[in-house]
């Protein structure tokens, strides 16, 4: 079967909220979309930004529910779940427009660019960059 594949770049965020006081932040993401689901390594870095230069490939058909692939949801979860870590924010990325283009053309590119990370009471702290690249009518490994 044809289909495609969403490469995403997930490069840093920054100047997200701190959620231990002592030591270097440990943070990772977890990536969703559709069915899919996909985690981070742990992050580098530390002060304002928290650095993961990590690439995620997530494949989709023509048979996928184009509804349930129109968001990548990112969630920053913290690994000091002991000092009050766990959820930090996410940013609920809006990609319809990328799946729709790139099927079109075949292929499309996004240069990583910032998106808001959105806090459990709704209000804005902190950047997270990712960029896209997807690809259409490649043949997928389980095919």
């Not at 993961?52 to 058909?61: L, V």
């Not at 809006?94 to 996004?110: A, D, H, L, V």
């Not at 702290?125 to 490994?141: A, H, M, T, W, Y």
């Amino acid at each position: 079967m044809k289909a495609g594949i969403l490469e995403v770049l997930l490069v840093y965020a920054k100047d997200i909220k701190r959620t231990n006081f002592i030591g270097k932040p440990s943070y990772y993401v977890i990536l969703e979309w559709g069915t899919q689901s996909q985690r981070s390594k742990i992050s580098s870095g530390k002060d304002e930004k928290t650095w993961w230069n990590e690439k995620f490939t997530f494949e989709f058909s023509s048979f996928d529910d184009s509804k349930k692939l129109s968001h990548l949801k990112c969630t920053i979860m913290d690994t000091e779940i002991f000092t009050n870590g766990g959820f930090v924010g996410e940013s609920r990325i809006y990609i319809g427009r990328i799946i729709s283009e790139g099927t079109e053309k075949g292929y499309i590119e996004i240069k990583p660019a910032p998106y808001n990370v959105v806090l459990e009471d709704g209000t804005y702290r902190g950047q997270i960059k990712i960029g896209f690249k997807l690809f259409v009518n490649v043949r997928l490994s389980s095919s």
